[in-house]
């Protein structure tokens, strides 16, 4: 399945996987605040850290002046975490008022999601709020004090409803409150339960069910403020763990891999001499020489982050503007290939060639 991703969404995306000057993939060492949501079992996971600059005598004023990621995830991951690291840092917030973002925050943000992809702004609302809960827990803020509580302490513990992506009952029953959702496939949409195997499609519309008909009680009085007056309220550690101290390993974006070779700024005209124009390059070119060009472009633009995963690319065949390809390692059957396909091999391709292009997945 292909999906229909806004302007901005590719933009951040393609940004981040490029590494370009400004962007937020990362980490901060000695990080004032550092939370984790998802798992790389599930088939997404994210980091997300902060470094605040503190008030000598309120820690309530310290001001977020950094903020970095790590995902083990899709597009929308990556491009959704980028978006949380600006908003906060655009709007120079603490950490208390960033509990205010919610994940509609973050798809505004990206001009829209593809309704299957909300989970991604999920998950970095929920990686947000555990980072918070750990500042607090370094800088002896009482959070209870301020009215905010754990809500997922005990989550975890709760009757699994989704072995697929290890969701419990309890998680989903907040879930569904807190995003007012109605349907199974809304559930999934947001939190990924019921999106694999589908067994438990019948138990979630039972529990959907039962909360909306009065079943279940809807809200607490010692539930998070946030809860109550915002859309999305994000996951806090367990307070026996620093999340700081955790076993996450990201796989994707790591900064320890190879940073990528290029980035689209070295096929933007140049006063240099030698520099030639790789659109007018190939739209002058033999059908030979097109098709080193295109090499050219895989080789130096895709190939590098495909790599970093543990996958590649290999070209079948191109015919005219139909380039036919195929993914290797990492990349074979995996669930976000389409996705890889057009924002990361059609994006460059076009872009930096000529928008007539088509990719073709063989």
């Not at 975490?81 to 208390?96: D, K, M, V």
């Not at 991604?120 to 905010?148: H, N, P, Q």
């Not at 790599?307 to 669930?335: H, M, P, Q, T, W």
Request: hydrophobic share 40%.
């Amino acid at each position: 399945m292909s999906w229909q991703y806004s302007e901005k969404t590719k933009k951040l995306f393609m940004d981040a996987v490029q590494g370009k000057s400004g962007t937020h993939v990362g980490e901060i060492e000695n990080a004032d605040g550092v939370g984790e949501h998802g798992s790389v079992a599930c088939g997404d996971a994210l980091k997300f850290m902060f470094r605040v600059a503190r008030d000598p005598d309120d820690p309530l004023k310290d001001k977020i002046v950094e903020a970095k990621f790590l995902t083990f995830g899709c597009t929308s991951a990556i491009a959704a975490s980028e978006a949380l690291c600006r908003i906060i840092e655009e709007r120079g917030l603490t950490p208390i008022e960033s509990l205010k973002l919610t994940n509609q925050d973050i798809v505004d943000y990206l001009e829209g999601l593809p309704t299957q992809k909300i989970h991604c702004s999920v998950m970095g609302a929920e990686a947000l709020e555990t980072a918070v809960f750990d500042w607090a827990s370094k800088r002896g803020v009482d959070m209870a004090a301020l009215g905010y509580k754990q809500l997922n302490v005990d989550e975890n513990e709760g009757r699994l409803v989704c072995s697929c992506f290890g969701i419990t009952e309890p998680y989903l029953r907040r879930k569904i409150k807190e995003l007012n959702l109605k349907t199974v496939d809304e559930v999934t949409g947001a939190i990924k339960a019921g999106g694999a195997c589908g067994s438990c499609r019948g138990e979630i519309q039972d529990i959907i069910n039962e909360i909306w008909s009065g079943g279940d009680e809807i809200a607490t009085a010692d539930a998070c403020p946030v809860a109550s007056e915002q859309e999305e309220t994000s996951a806090a550690p367990e307070p026996e763990k620093s999340a700081s101290d955790s076993d996450f390993v990201p796989l994707t974006l790591a900064t320890d891999a190879p940073a990528p070779t290029a980035t689209a700024s070295k096929y933007e005209p140049s006063e240099d001499a030698s520099f030639v124009d790789p659109h007018e390059e190939y739209a002058k070119a033999s059908p030979y020489k097109r098709a080193k060009l295109i090499e050219r472009i895989i080789d130096e633009e895709v190939r590098p982050v495909l790599k970093r995963d543990g996958g590649d690319i290999e070209i079948v065949d191109v015919k005219g503007n139909l380039v036919y390809v195929s993914f290797i390692g990492a990349c074979d059957g995996c669930d976000s290939a389409a996705e890889t396909l057009d924002i990361l091999v059609t994006v460059s391709l076009q872009s930096l060639l000529d928008p007539e292009i088509q990719v073709i997945l063989v």
